[in-house]
């Protein structure tokens, strides 16, 4: 199987607060072939983004695909509370990171 | 239905974020039927609810207000004000209430304004906690009415129905406090009898302005116009266009899950909507529906204090010192602790380790060849945080770790003074969802003549 960065697949990666209590990663793809192709094949599960994460399945609230923009979108439990004590990102905005470095399958 | 269509103005995705005068002048030239803004938001965390204070700066909200209000009185519109001051507490009110008091006199206006307070005390939410019509918005803890007592301010988000009572009041202004982002742009068009899943889902994106356009922006105008089956968006910027694409992927932002968005009495339903290009710059949207929800709920919102801190910033260059940084600095809190008697958070950022994302970073063992330290301290009070920062600054600062051949200094310190006392600390404490009999109930509207 072919593999494709995901920074070269994906127009946008990001990570934000969903509310003070949960993170939210989105994903929207260029091209709506590569995202049909990673839906169908259900790429994106619970389970990649534990792993990515360190986390464990039980803080990856949910997983959906958002046809009308080619997106995936994973929210996940924060491991701290928006602004309390120890939280180093209020917004949430700097959370995407590991989805940077992700290989996706791709068809030709 | 008075019109078949509705045209809702939306400035900037905050009030005070600002927007180019020459956008907002294309969207009056427009005649629209409502300016609405929305000034809120729980992002910039907990402190701004707990300490009664705006995210925003008071000129740049005046700025922006100044040019609202004109515009609508000019057109003899109303103008929405949606979760005044960041918080729509009562003290964001009164503080936003003084800036359209004082463009009034300034300007010699004469208006009725409508102000709906949002605030809920605390022995109300304690009433409903005993009849169990509280519950977490997960992954929210469940409240105790300890916590309850232990907090600072309470808010709820007002749905639209205390808006429309206060529109029937006639006000040219209504400013509200803590209030559902959506409601200042839908609930007049909602009271017309326009679709209630059109008007949500349409306040839903021009809460956040050009955000939703590409190129986006927080601080540009867009037009919406409402019709009985959809709605449309225009960028009042030539240099931004709303498409489908653009346009739906709006609906992922902030949010947990883009089909089912829950608000005040009900969920905005998108499985079935459609995004379809007009044209080059417009996008239509239709088939959202509003599914009305049995209790009605509001969402509260309330914070509790935590302590008063104090930060040292530094910087550390030493490869010696680097290598050995996680014993180092747990060596440094040990002391720092054992020496005051101190056991109170003392927290170390490491920047170039893990100072971002912390337990979520999965490269844990690599290390730049810079780190950026904050040493931060939470305690009981100011001064005691002062001191414990200050012991914990000096401690690192001349600790004698093995190898080290840089014995006259561990830290770059980037600022004199070096520590820096930073006030009062809050943290959510109730982010929960409370039934009501009456949608209207808590939220008092105040009808005031200003200028005279």
Known sequence: MIEAPLTDIAAVIRSKNAGPYELTLDIMFRDEKHYRFLKQINYFTRELFAGLYGISVENILKVVYFDPASAVKCTLVRPLVSGSIGDSDVYGAQQHAPLLFLKAPVTD | MKNDSFKVLSPTAILGYGFPERSFVRGIEKRPDLIAVDAGSTDPGPYYLGAGKSFTSRSAVKRDLELMLGAALELSIPCIIGTAGGCGAREHVAWTEAIIQEIAREKGYRFKMAVIYADVAKAEVLRALQQGRVSPLHPAPHITAEDVENSVRIVAQMGAEPVFKAMELGPQIVLCGRCYDPVPFAAPAIMQGFDPGLAYHLGKILECAAIAAT???????????????????????????????????????????????????????????????????????SGTRFIPADPYTVKLEGVRRSGFRAISIGGIRDPILIGQIDSVLTEVKDQTREALGFTDPILFHVYGKDGVMGKLEPEKNRLAHELGLVIEVIAGDQEQANAVCSYARSTLLHYGYPGRISTAGNLALLYSPSDIPCGDVFEFSIYHLMEVADPEALFPIEISEVGL
């Open chain 2, 215 to 285: 190129p986006g922006s927080g601080r540009d105008c867009v037009m919406g116009t409402l019709y009985p089956d959809s709605f449309e968006l225009e960028s009042l910027n030539e240099e931004r266009k709303f498409t489908p694409t653009s346009t739906a992927a709006h609906t992922l932002y902030e949010k947990s899950d883009p089909f089912h968005l829950p608000g005040p009495g009900g969920t905005l339903d998108l499985s079935a909507t459609r995004f379809e290009a007009l044209d080059e710059r417009r996008t239509r949207v």
